[in-house]
């Protein structure tokens, strides 16, 4: 099938639930990114991005989320499903870089709350977007970290994306100095596997929801 870009529209988990991100979910989004350690590993351009107070903030997530990666891009909130903090959001990603003819899109500009790093939140959300992406007719999805940002590149791996390459001096940094990408993907064969993967893993994460 030829590749179309998709509406936008929720996503439904068992754990986290995407919705398209909105300008109502700013004041939840700062509290959740507004973090030394987000931004420590490259996340938002690094350290140096972090910006100060809310108002920057604001103008920040707007450029980040609602700029960046060409007006038909597809950023969503990342809300917790179920327990006391339910429908809370933990954090932002965006399906972006759209190029049917290529049938290749980005999985990026993705930041959680960090008391849910290493729980089902990533997976989980890695899995509802790579679908979307798949389901219409992507052939090739594309995620990339910082080249130094080992924590990042760790999970990248983990979801079972291939490392394509580093692309080196491809952009500066908040600071001015110049980042490495590692670049990863997953192509349209290798996506039954990643699913399988990805749904063992959420199967062993339980049925308990995922506390802040």
């Known amino acids: ?20 991100l909105a300008e109502a979910d700013l004041p939840e989004l700062h ?10 590993g490259g996340f938002g351009g690094g350290p140096a991005g972090l910006p100060e107070g809310r108002a920057a903030f604001d103008d920040w997530a707007r ?4 700029v960046r990666g060409g007006d038909r891009a597809l950023p969503f909130a990342v809300r917790i499903v179920g327990g006391p903090d339910d429908d809370r959001v933990v ?12 049938e290749s899109t980005h999985i990026g500009w993705t930041g959680y709350h960090p008391s849910v790093w290493g729980t089902a939140v990533n997976p989980e959300t890695k899995l509802l977007l790579l679908g979307l992406a798949f ?13 130094i940002n080992a924590r ?5 791996e983990k979801l079972g994306a291939k490392l394509d390459g580093v692309m080196r001096r491809d952009k500066r940094r908040a600071d001015g100095s110049w980042r490495d ?3 990863y993907s997953v192509i349209v064969d290798e996506w039954p596997e990643v699913r399988a993967a990805l749904e063992t893993r959420l199967a062993a994460s339980g049925d ?5």
């Open 152 to 156: 990042s590149r760790a999970a990248i």
């Open 63 to 66: 450029a980040y989320y609602f």
């Open 31 to 40: 509290h959740a990114l507004s973090r030394p350690e987000v931004f420590a």
């Open 135 to 147: 389901d219409h007719g992507f052939g090739r999805v594309k995620i990339q970290a910082d080249a």
């Open 208 to 212: 308990e929801p995922v506390r802040l």
């Open 1 to 20: 099938m030829p590749a179309t870009i998709p509406a936008a529209t929720e996503l439904p988990g068992r754990f986290v639930r995407l919705t398209p």
């Open 181 to 183: 990408s590692a670049v």
């Open 91 to 102: 954090g932002a990603t965006k399906l972006a870089d759209f190029d049917t003819a290529n």
